[in-house]
Nanobody, 134 residues
């Protein structure tokens, strides 16, 4: 089991910025696809951002595109979500997710796209609360 430890959530004013961190307890991180999802009470879990295992492709949800930036630092075994121009609609529990990419598939297929569906991920962090106030 891969353990994902999230941090960085908190209260921030609208228009402000916040940086979320997710540290993975793995030997190496480069073989994992990574993502951020969020969920507000009473709502479905929403895709935020994802990066593929090679780190050269990053997808963003339409609601956060241009405001959020996801990055991975394999040497740190960490993934980050830099959130800017935060809005009240961004208030949610943010989850870090990971999925192991089979090296055999990579060897035959090559580059793997970032996954954007919740069902595509097998490892999840505990979630960190982000609250944007007006």
């Amino acid at each position: 089991q891969v353990q994902l430890v999230e941090s960085g959530g908190g209260l921030v004013q609208a228009g402000g910025s916040l940086r979320l961190s997710c540290v993975a307890a793995v030997s190496t991180l480069y073989t994992y696809g990574l993502a951020w999802f969020r969920q507000a009470p009473g709502k479905e879990r929403e895709f935020v951002a994802a990066v593929n295992w090679s780190g050269d492709l990053t997808y963003y949800g339409e609601s956060v595109k241009g405001r959020f930036t996801m990055s991975r630092e394999n040497d740190e075994k960490a993934v980050y979500l830099q959130m800017s121009d935060l809005k009240s609609e961004d208030t949610a529990v943010y989850y870090c997710a990971a999925v192991y990419i089979d090296p055999k598939m990579v060897a035959s297929v090559g580059q793997v796209r970032p996954y954007t569906q919740e069902k595509e991920y097998t490892y999840w962090g505990q979630g960190t609360q982000v609250t944007v106030s007006s």
